[in-house]
């Protein structure tokens, strides 16, 4: 067995009806679990932590948690729920110092603890608070610090900045990524957000109806999504021809009312469904025999009336279009 | 309210039965505080038989809530959190004494814990006689009580959701401590609740008790078995005593509206 099986996570996971995913990550590593509603990657992470039944096996440095089937409280984990989940009743401090004193070290002792990781995440000044008089990021970096100050050898964070305002999440997501970088043990993190991804893994697993549908460092992932999730989630359009999947930039796209001259090859007909601004351009959603993302110029929306139920004709040159194999 | 007084006045065939009904669940409260001989009020009070039979109701009904509380709790756990076979029919059977007419209530456990009853035997070798005792009063109040005890702990813990409990868990607590931390605390309004309305129930129970532990005075006698002695002899003490009883169900009821009645 390979090195990284005995120090970090290699977990096969089997539920019945919703999953079936082969895993594996390195001691250190950050990998973040991307893909479309339903695809499994809740589902996966609460199979690791022993809440749903699974078959397989999870082996987590170094040590089987399913042969024999290990309690949730005898993993050695830490789970962020998308909620964050903090106890209603306890300050934040008690939130945090709750794992170290269930794992039985004395009182005080777990309240130095639950105190360091507060400070750690910038929430140290809120510790006698309530959950309840925390807003949503203050909760989320409170429930951070309680998964990490345990120690866990399995971190997995169900997507954290979920619900978080778009700022609140962005400084998190900085912050986030410098504990994780600290941390020694094995991180999971499901992500609807493809900045997640790029920004805090080390590895992009992509999940689709239940099975790994791509693996990968984050820049190959992005550079050459193979499912349509991944590729909406970069911003990109990607076909998929036989064996060859061809992607290739909104911005690339030419949208024209009448059936473009020449020769090109990549060119379709279709109706835009939604229009909507995108930075500084307007981004076109355009449904016929394929789903496609074409941007264009405000200016350009409007002269040609670029509205929902609009009929165009959508091109691309060859050179802008990146192909690859689909293996 | 404004917007009830723009839909129109309250229409007569709604209006008289409501009125029927306050006067039904009024008046005999009134007249109750009216009829009171107040002026020999706190003379009856301080006699010996009311005394008695109030420190006797105040131990039983105390006494009630303690053994709802420590029994009953982890009941309530054990049904809002263990799925196992025939919860539901624990749960059904758990809540029977809530319809059981209390002097049918008494007759099963007579029929239990009586001298002849499917446990007398094993009483008896360990020296214990139950009825007529003061732990027969506790017992039949227990067993009227203990439902309304269960039911508002497990509605309580079912409402507060196994979520926090699952967290406990991946924080490495073990059951025992998560009840103790989390679910406990988390169900606590529940507790409360139920711990008033065994109290109330106990306060008030005679049927169950008389059948059970008889009336005698100083080991079985509480209030409304005294009440309902003296009824007969004494309809004026009846009324006194009756009286007190019902001062102490209002202050319950002043307890508890913060707590129960206005939350939905």
Known sequence: ?327 | MTTARTLGRPPLVLLVPAALAAALLVLPLVSLVLDTPWATFLDRLGSREVGEALRLTAVASGATVVACVLLGTPLAWLLARVDFRGRAVLRAAVTVPLVLPPVVAGVALVTALGRTGVLGPLLREGGVSLPYTTPAVVIAHTFVSMPFYVLSVEGAMRSAGERYDVVAATLGASRWTTFRRVTLPLAMPGVLAGAVLAWARSLGEFGATITFAGNYPGTTQTMPSLIYTTLQADPEVARTLSMILLLASVAILAALRNRWLTTP
């Open chain 1, 1 to 327: 067995m390979a090195d990284h099986a005995v120090s970090g996570l290699d977990a096969r996971v089997y539920v019945e009806g919703r999953l079936d995913a082969a895993l594996t990550a390195q001691a250190g590593q950050v990998v973040a679990v991307i893909g479309p509603n339903g695809a499994g990657k809740t589902t996966l992470l609460r199979a690791l932590a022993g809440l749903v039944q699974m078959s397989g096996s999870v082996r987590v440095a170094g040590e089987s948690w399913t042969e024999p089937p290990r309690l949730v409280r005898d993993r050695g984990l830490g789970y962020v729920f998308q909620d964050q989940s903090l106890f209603p009743h306890l300050t934040a401090l008690d939130n945090v110092a709750f794992g170290p004193r269930a794992r039985g070290v004395r009182r005080r002792d777990a309240e130095a603890t639950a105190r360091a990781w507060l400070d750690r995440l910038g929430v140290g000044d809120l510790s006698s608070r309530r959950p309840g008089e925390l807003s949503g990021g203050q909760a989320q970096r409170v429930a951070i610090a309680r998964a990490l100050a345990t120690r866990p050898a399995l971190l997995l964070l169900d997507e954290p900045f979920a619900g978080l305002d778009v700022g609140v999440a962005t400084a998190l997501r900085l912050e986030l990524a410098r504990h994780l970088a600290d941390y020694p043990g094995v991180a999971l993190l499901v992500t609807h957000d493809a900045i997640d991804a790029l920004t805090l893994a080390d590895r992009v697993v992509v999940l689709d109806r239940g099975r790994v549908a791509q693996e990968g460092t984050p820049q190959d992932v992005a550079a050459r999504p193979r499912t349509d999730h991944v590729a909406r989630l970069v911003g990109l359009n990607v076909l998929r021809e036989g064996e060859v999947l061809r992607s290739f930039s909104p911005r690339a796209v030419t949208v024209s009312l009448h059936r473009p001259e020449g020769s090109a090859r990549h060119q379709w007909h279709g109706v835009v469904l939604s229009a909507a601004p995108h930075g500084d351009a307007v981004r076109l959603l355009v449904s016929g025999e394929h789903e496609l993302l074409a941007d264009v110029t405000p200016a350009a929306a409007g002269e040609l009336g670029l509205a929902p139920g609009r009929q165009v004709w959508l091109s691309v040159k060859e050179t802008a279009v990146q192909a690859y194999a689909a293996d």
